[in-house]
Each structure stands twice: as structure tokens, then as C-alpha cells.
């Protein structure tokens, strides 16, 4: 859990790695089951911060999301 809570402080700020840090945490299903909305949330910041290792690991994830899912994480992502 400590870990987790730094990777999200450290992705709040915007450091590219821990950005791609929490998606693994989010698709592991941890602390609850996979957030594959907030994955692409996630990987679509760390896109934006220059981590472009993240946009094929985005691809992937889209690709398993529903239209629905896929929507809520554009609107969340347009929200900033």
C-alpha cells in the first residue's frame, strides 16, 4: 500500500513513470477489481508527459474496453 500511494503522489505530480506505474496497479485489480477506464486515464497522461511507451500498453487497453468505458475515460481525460 505504501508503494501504491507513492506511485499515485508521484503520478498526481506528473512524473512519467509513475503515471505508467499506477496503470499497473489499476489493471492488477489493486486495491479492488481492474479499472480499465482509469487506466487509459492514466496512460493517456503519461502520453502527455512523454512516456511513449505507454501508447502501445494505451492501444491494448482500449482495445479490451467497452464503447461505454472508452467514453468515460475520454470525458475524464477532457475534464483534466
Known amino acids: 500500500a505504501p508503494a501504491e500511494q507513492l506511485g499515485g503522489t508521484l503520478a498526481a505530480a506528473g512524473v512519467r513513470r509513475a503515471l505508467f506505474y499506477v496503470v499497473g496497479v489499476l489493471l492488477g485489480g489493486r486495491p479492488g477489481p481492474p479499472d480499465r477506464?482509469?487506466?487509459?486515464v492514466w496512460l493517456s497522461r503519461s502520453v502527455d508527459n512523454g512516456y511513449l511507451l505507454a501508447i502501445?500498453?494505451?492501444?491494448?487497453?482500449?482495445?479490451?474496453?467497452?464503447?461505454?468505458?472508452?467514453?468515460?475515460?475520454?470525458?475524464?481525460?477532457?475534464?483534466?
Do not use: F, K, N, P
Not at 477506464?37 to 487509459?40: E, G, R, Y
Open 37 to 40: 477506464v482509469m487506466a487509459h
Open 56 to 80: 502501445e500498453v494505451r492501444r491494448q487497453v482500449r482495445a479490451a474496453m467497452s464503447e461505454a468505458e472508452y467514453e468515460e475515460a475520454l470525458a475524464i481525460e477532457a475534464d483534466g
